[in-house]
């Protein structure tokens, strides 16, 4: 019987010993590699696993197996978990793999801060302690037109923060239409119920009006918020308040009115056959007194939330406690400013990675899928080029697509193909449509093309 304790203990007394395992000729590298304590502990746990596996009715494995399983295991180790992936899915901006890949520039400038000591916080013409804020503040200020700025971890931080400074224990007017859900579950309600502040909705889901806010105000009202519902899209009978109305009536109020722009983009999109997403400069221009977004997104930063707008407000909130427990390092503040850097000097859309992507001509996408094609044909690996769309991801511009020139793989098990593209190494991250494994060249930096064409061949052969 599998539950009869006597031929379990049987089965155990087969099992090897710790010293006998780490002995094997398959485990002697892995020792070398990474250590006598380490490769011991993982001994222990693969003996123990077996021995668990023995008692829940399972076969005695051979020693040779739990040599490789203990391997294996260390190798898995010696990875970490956090490691590069090739995004073949095109979108662009793919939450799950990282959003905005950074420019050769902010790669540089993260390396350069990083291999030692920096003026972080050290006015070096002063020769005392100065601010980490400057090294993208003066950047964001000149690139928006706004007074002054702020960076933090993310944008939700920023809004957090914002909240937190100027209307805790007080009012906020939003329009119901705005009380959206970002990534992770996060929802716009229960960002600002922490904050202290209270919420007042005005307007339904679809349609509201600048009375609604005029009627909502009242001495406890501390901000008009208004959110960019960067994620999805409202179609038919619908109505929103400008944002140059909502600000003559916050000012005519003395009530502040803050926008949320979620991505927000310094470059106007349209200019690329897409919808228009909200500029953060046209924010400002509009007399917002305090606009929000994210580094890491359309901007193709590092993960930052980014706040431009009236001095008076942002130095609330430099100076708020929160805004400690919310600050960036050494690492973000220079690819930032890098990036920025890019913007500064009309290069974005050659040296930012996302706009790179975003303006790639289809004739260069379709050349690519072809190369593609034809060396994996000439391994025997039945490809073709098909027509297909790259989307923006990120929360930005919901439903816009480009046109691409994609690799279709026709494989029996397209599940199995995709998997074993993503467990390989490096992982590359593809998609299923009609049946057909995608690999979309517009989010594959070209360097990467011999290394995905390897890819793909070791995982069709090992799902043949």
């Known amino acids: 019987m599998p539950n009869d304790p006597a031929p379990a203990q049987d089965l155990r007394r087969g099992l090897p010993s710790v010293e006998r395992l780490l002995a094997s000729p398959r485990l002697q590298e892995a020792v070398a590699d990474h250590g006598r304590a380490l490769a011991t502990e993982v001994a222990r746990e693969v003996l123990a696993d077996a021995r668990a596996g023995i008692v829940a009715g399972g076969r005695l494995p051979e020693a040779g197996e739990l040599a490789c399983e203990a391997a294996r295991r260390l190798a898995a180790l010696g990875r970490g978990t956090l490691y590069p992936v090739i995004n073949a899915t095109g979108v662009i901006i793919h939450t799950n793999l990282g959003r905005a890949p950074l420019s050769a520039a902010a790669r540089r400038a993260i390396e350069s801060v990083a291999a030692g000591y920096s003026n972080l916080e050290y006015d070096l013409t002063a020769g005392e302690r100065g601010s980490r804020y400057i090294h993208a503040e003066r950047l964001l200020c000149r690139l928006t037109g706004s007074e ?44 600002l119920r922490q904050s202290g502040a209270r919420l007042v909705e005005v307007g339904t889901t679809n349609r509201t009006h600048i009375a609604d806010y005029r009627a909502a105000a009242n001495s406890q009202t501390a901000l008009l918020l208004r959110v960019h519902y960067s994620n999805f899209r409202q179609l038919g009978f619908t109505a929103d308040v400008p944002l140059a109305e909502m600000v003559a009536l916050g000012h005519s109020l003395g009530v502040p009115v803050l926008d949320d722009l979620g991505s927000g983009s310094l ?75 890019h913007y500064l000097h009309g290069e974005a859309e050659q040296e930012v990675p996302v706009w790179r992507m975003i303006s790639l001509p289809l004739e260069s996408l379709s050349a690519r899928a072809t190369a593609w094609a034809n060396a994996l044909r000439d391994r025997d690996i039945p490809a ?32 199995a193909l995709t998997a074993a593209l993503r467990t390989g190494l490096p992982p590359v991250v593809a998609r299923i449509l009609a049946d057909q494994v995608i690999l979309d060249p517009r989010t594959v930096p070209p360097e990467a093309d011999a290394t995905l064409i390897d890819a793909v061949t070791a995982a069709w052969r090992a799902t043949g």
């Open 148 to 191: 002054g700025a702020l960076v933090v971890n993310n944008n939700a931080g920023a809004l957090f923060l914002a909240l937190s400074a100027l209307a805790q224990g007080r009012e906020v007017v939003i329009s119901r239409g705005q009380l959206v859900e970002i990534g992770g579950g996060f929802r716009i309600p229960d960002v």
């Open 267 to 341: 470059l106007d999109t349209t200019l690329y056959g897409l919808a228009p997403e909200p500029m953060v400069q046209q924010s400002v221009a509009a007399g917002a007194d305090l606009v929000t977004f994210s580094g890491d997104k359309l901007l193709g930063g590092p993960q930052a939330g980014l706040i431009v707008g009236r001095e008076e407000l942002v130095a609330q909130l430099r100076h708020h406690p929160l805004a400690r427990a919310l600050r960036v390092g050494k690492d973000a503040l220079a690819a930032l400013q890098a990036t920025l850097l």
């Open 384 to 415: 073709s080029v098909v027509q297909a769309h790259s989307t923006i991801g990120g929360g930005s511009l919901p439903g816009e697509v480009l046109p691409t020139c994609a690799l279709a793989l026709a494989h029996p098990s397209p599940d």
